[in-house]
Nanobody
Framework: QVQLVESGGGLVQPGGSLRLSCTVS????????IGWFRQAPGREREGVSC????????LNADSVKGRLTISRDNDKNTIYLQMDDLKPEDPAIYYC??????????????????WGQGTQVTVSS
């Protein structure tokens, strides 16, 4: 079965950095595009970043450009979200997700076949 497992969340001060990992089992990274999403209390789920399965190209939300960077390690079957210069608006549960109909440059999806359990990011001084 396909399984996504996030890790790397934690508590950091504003301006700090974290590196989130999403390890994928049962599915090669070159099959479906995979995205990072986040959701905070009282807020709607937000797409953060996406990596294309075919060539590794990336697409980022305007709100995180220059601070959050997605990448992948095909040998480890893992995608990463490097988070730098964390802001007070960044705390949330971060998820990775994919679906056979999910494309980085395609329409926004409301449901995905595969989600991770999420990893908590907290920013506090």
């Amino acid at each position: 079965q396909v399984q996504l497992v996030e890790s790397g969340g934690g508590l950091v001060q504003p301006g700090g950095s974290l590196r989130l990992s999403c390890t994928v089992s049962g599915l090669s990274l070159d099959v479906y595009d995979i995205g990072w999403f986040r959701q905070a209390p009282g807020r709607e789920r937000e797409g953060v970043s996406c990596i294309d399965a075919s060539d590794g190209s990336t697409l980022n939300a305007d709100s995180v450009k220059g601070r959050l960077t997605i990448s992948r390690d095909n040998d480890k079957n893992t995608i990463y979200l490097q988070m730098d210069d964390l802001k007070p608006e960044d705390p949330a549960i971060y998820y990775c997700a994919t679906d056979k109909y999910y494309y980085c440059a395609g329409p926004k999806l409301t449901k995905f076949d595969y989600w991770g359990q999420g990893t908590q990011v907290t920013v506090s001084s």
